[in-house]
């Protein structure tokens, strides 16, 4: 009896808080991966239609529109050939996770100094495409992120990726509008008798004026290759505990620095403090009083990291399993979601840039107007503006990714939240080439976009990591998880490259025609389509 009452009394555990996460230095190492992967890639597309302009001065918005799609789509079509091949990679024993994510961070930042200093669409296209082909940090990111955690835990640490994305969205359009340019934009310090200019200007500004901001992304990327090498820890199981001589020098620097600021009072603290990579001590955990000692440091065993514990004698290292065990009807499934969301989330980024930079209607053009579907005519944003209106994505994304997916997540569970937040970006697209029509009002014209802005957000926040999840849970093995995330890297990578193309594609046609909406309307079909395999598919946890 006794037995049965204290059993009822049992409360079930609480969920996992954000709090209770361990190794959060390693979660945030990954998080800066994904920021400066999506970073590039967002303050691109903020001066990308310009920097097409700059090539050819005379061609049609038509024209530059496609271009555009073309630019951002062979960096992601690189990816199609190359995602599953980087999943096998780093679910390789002589590779492994941390090495795949070196060459795609250090490979994008070789890429965008080619971008920088481009005098062509063709040359630009070159640099692109190959930084897409070495581009290995989407299902690498995603891989490790999933192995530093308990799956107990993943609900929210995959949330990480889309705070990333709303991250990269606020800084990369902010700066690659403010950078773009700078001669024209601050002549008072880039220009003739300027402050740095002298006489004639910044030579190679006024040369390639859009390689500010393509340098920004490359100093960016590199910083971060740096990080993950001296802090970012193995995850893979079956090398895990091998040498790493990266989380060596950051110890050791960690070390010397600490040597140095207790040598000035003659103490050296016992034991060692947190070392990067680590998460089992911080500031906090550390007991004031801890003795202080002026004795030398410990001879360190560098057979594995000093911080781990060693490999159980039962563990080696072990060749993944067959590709074709990864091809089941849930994967497909799941897949096929992934396939449709991205085809236009990525037509998305393609037209929003492009409406927003395109010109405004003409005198002629306003009297062919015929509500409600004929009318034509771009909102024709300057750089700065531009900027700021893509930001807006960013800050929307991360308030409702704060307020609004955990209650919702938790009432109504992974699954459902995805399916239903795949119903709300039609409507987006539905009404957003209707804000051309407010251009002569300003405010309702901002109050129209950040509704448009706010809807699309709002199912993004839900979408991307729901459909991150699904892919995760439907793994047949957990030795075969990097080649699933590259799997659906690839097929990510896939529809991203065709969405933002056959978007910029519609986006012509309807130029021609004096139908602004008409690339508009197309996505929303493709979007609402792709609701369909959502409700096949399962939560395969």
């Known amino acids: 009896m006794s037995q049965e009452v204290e059993t009822r009394g049992t409360k079930p555990p609480a969920a996992p808080s954000w709090a209770s996460i361990p190794n959060k230095f390693q979660l945030f190492i990954i998080c800066t991966v994904r920021i400066v992967d999506f970073l590039q890639q967002a303050a691109l597309q903020a001066y990308m239609f310009y920097q097409l302009k700059s090539f050819s001065p005379s061609a049609p918005d038509s024209q530059i529109s496609f271009e555009a799609g073309v630019l951002q789509g062979v960096f992601t079509a690189a990816q199609v050939f190359t995602g599953i091949l980087w999943g096998r990679v780093a679910d390789s024993p002589r590779f492994g996770r941390k090495t795949v994510l070196l060459i795609g961070l250090t490979g994008q930042g070789i890429s965008c100094v080619g971008v920088a200093f481009s005098r062509s669409f063709p040359v630009a296209t070159v640099w692109r495409c190959l930084g897409g082909a070495v581009n290995a940090t989407v299902g690498g990111a995603r891989t490790a992120l999933a192995e530093s955690t308990e799956k107990k835990f993943h609900s929210r640490t995959f949330l990480l990726l889309p705070l990333a994305w709303n991250i990269a969205n606020i800084i990369g359009p902010l700066f690659g509008g403010l950078l773009s340019d700078p001669v024209y934009h601050y002549p008072g310090l880039f220009g003739e008798n300027s402050t740095f200019g002298g006489a004639d200007g910044v030579g190679w500004l006024k040369t390639f004026p859009y390689a500010a901001p393509n340098l920004f992304c490359a100093f960016v990327l590199f910083a971060d290759a740096l990080l993950v090498w001296l802090g970012l820890r193995e995850t893979l199981v079956s090398i895990k505990y091998n040498r790493d001589r990266g989380i060596e020098l950051a110890e050791h620097i ?74 089941t009807r849930n994967v497909l499934l799941v897949l096929a979601t992934v396939a449709l969301m991205d085809f236009q989330m990525g037509g998305f980024a393609q037209l929003w840039t492009v409406f927003l930079s395109s010109a405004r209607r003409t005198d002629e053009e306003k009297a062919t107007i015929r509500l409600p579907f004929v009318f034509a005519g771009g909102l024709q944003f300057s750089l700065p503006t531009i900027g700021l209106a893509m930001s807006i994505l960013g800050f929307v994304g991360i308030i409702l990714q704060l307020t609004l997916y955990p209650s919702v997540n938790a009432r109504f569970g992974l699954l459902r939240s995805t399916q239903w937040s795949l119903f709300v970006f039609p409507i987006a697209y539905a009404l957003a080439p209707y804000l051309s029509l407010l251009i002569s009002a300003p405010i309702l014209l901002w109050f129209g976009i950040v509704v448009v802005v706010v809807l699309q957000v709002a199912a993004r926040t839900f979408a991307i990591p729901g459909s991150v999840l699904l892919i995760n849970n439907s793994s047949p093995s957990p030795a075969m998880l990097g080649t699933i995330h590259g799997m659906g890297a690839a097929t990510s990578s896939a529809f991203r490259t065709i969405g933002p193309i056959v978007a910029g594609h519609w986006y012509g046609q309807g130029l021609e025609k004096g139908v602004v909406g008409w690339a508009w309307w197309w996505l929303s079909l493709v979007s609402l389509i792709g609701v369909i395999p959502s409700f096949w598919a399962r939560d395969g946890k």
């Not at 403090?273 to 004031?288: H, K, Q, R």
């Not at 004698?313 to 590709?323: G, N």
């Open 254 to 327: 960690s070390y010397r620095i600490n040597t140095m600021v207790f040598r000035r009072f003659g103490y050296s603290q016992l034991g060692q403090v947190e070392v990067a990579g680590s998460d089992t001590l911080d500031d906090e955990n550390i007991p004031s009083s801890t003795p202080l000692t002026s004795l030398p440091p410990k001879e360190v065993d560098h057979s594995y990291p000093s911080t781990s514990k060693p490999p159980p004698p039962s563990e080696s290292p072990k060749s993944a399993p067959p590709f074709y065990h990864a091809i």
